[in-house]
């Protein structure tokens, strides 16, 4: 076609600087990895070679260049203590100046008086020791906590606005939205109260986990959980952590949780106000643990080991036969499993 325009005419009229330079350009790639590293760059260099290496005579080279370059002048001399030119001055935004305020609040808080911190930042390893030795206590642990960093402030968690009266006839009336129910941290509520929730969990069919944290709650409370339970199938998670359950109690709730209607696969109960519960109340629990098929989690410290090896094995059990049950209905591992595709380097 006419209005095509011909390369060699375009060529010719460049310098052979000029079309050199452009072979340059358009050859360089930096990221090819199937090109020498020398070609990978526009520079050429267009030196004449020196020989072989020698590399004594390089680094005395380049030590010889480095003694003889004078330095450059400074432009303001140095002096100790004085900072040469301009000095940078951290800007900081509103949410960073809150937090260093909140921070210096709560380091002032933990501050120990003038004459005490002045006697430890003079005092000697021996004087610490000493000290500790007055106070009856561990030397090691006294050091490092003589020593220790300032205590880092956390934030308290928000308040629980669930209204237990709400929840209570929401479960009642077996709603079908309800099927989380949170009352953790929630103080001052009666017993007549969780109990009766306790109960409304007989006959529901939608909820399906209950937390109950730090709530006060006691035996009488709980021996009543105990009799829904054993009538309930759809609750599948139960927490009763941080109350006044007595060990006994919590035994009668895991033998409640082995009756053959129940459906609870996870159950949590540690930090009791009472925690040593002894082996003959361990034993009890892991009787009962034994005689559920369906139980895979529980939550409580256990003080014997031959008890927990006895758990262990039976909830490993129970979660095994749930794998061998899905491969006999013919469900093939990792099915329902969106995989994403491995990546490659093209």
Not at 107 to 124: G, H, K, N, Q, V
Not at 250 to 255: K, Q
Not at 268 to 274: E, T, Y
Request: one cysteine or more.
């Amino acid at each position: 076609m006419s209005d095509e325009v011909d390369l060699e005419d375009l060529l010719a009229v460049l310098s052979p600087a000029e079309v050199q330079a452009l072979v340059d350009e358009m050859a360089a790639d930096p990221d090819d990895v199937h090109i020498p590293a020398s070609v990978r760059t526009a520079y050429r260099c267009e030196k004449d070679s020196t020989g072989d290496l020698n590399r004594d005579s390089l680094i005395n080279c380049i030590n010889e260049i480095a003694l003889n370059t004078p330095d450059q002048e400074e432009k303001v001399k140095f002096e100790p203590g004085l900072k040469r030119g301009k000095v940078y001055v951290p800007k900081y935004n509103d949410e960073e100046l809150a937090a260093m305020a909140k921070q210096a609040e709560n380091e002032e808080s933990i501050r120990l008086d003038p004459e005490e911190e002045a006697a430890l930042s003079i005092a000697t390893l021996d004087d610490i020791m000493a000290l500790a030795d007055i106070l009856n206590t561990n030397p090691q642990d006294f050091v490092m906590e003589a020593y220790a960093d300032p205590l880092q402030y956390f934030e308290p968690d928000p308040p629980n606005t669930t209204k237990p009266e709400e929840i209570l006839e929401k479960i009642k009336n077996n709603d079908s939205n309800t099927k989380d129910v949170c009352l953790n941290n929630i103080q001052g509520m009666s017993e007549k109260l969780i109990c009766d929730i306790f109960e409304a969990i007989r006959g529901n069919e939608n909820l399906t986990k209950l937390s109950a944290v730090n709530c006060d709650i006691s035996d009488f409370a709980i021996a009543t959980l105990c009799s829904s339970l054993e009538q309930n199938s759809t609750l599948k998670s139960l927490s009763v952590e941080n109350n006044r359950i007595s060990p006994d109690t919590i035994a009668d709730l895991f033998d409640s949780i082995s009756s053959p209607n129940n459906g609870l696969i996870e159950l949590r109960v540690a930090s009791q106000a009472q925690q040593a519960m002894g082996y003959r109340v361990e034993c009890r629990i892991a009787d009962a643990i034994k005689k559920n098929p369906r139980l895979m989690k529980i939550g409580m410290s256990l003080e014997f080991k031959e008890v927990a090896e006895r758990i262990s094995k039976h909830l490993i059990s129970n979660m095994d036969k749930i794998r061998i049950k899905r491969l006999n209905d013919g469900v093939a591992p990792g099915a329902g499993v969106k995989w994403t595709a491995a990546r490659t380097l093209d």
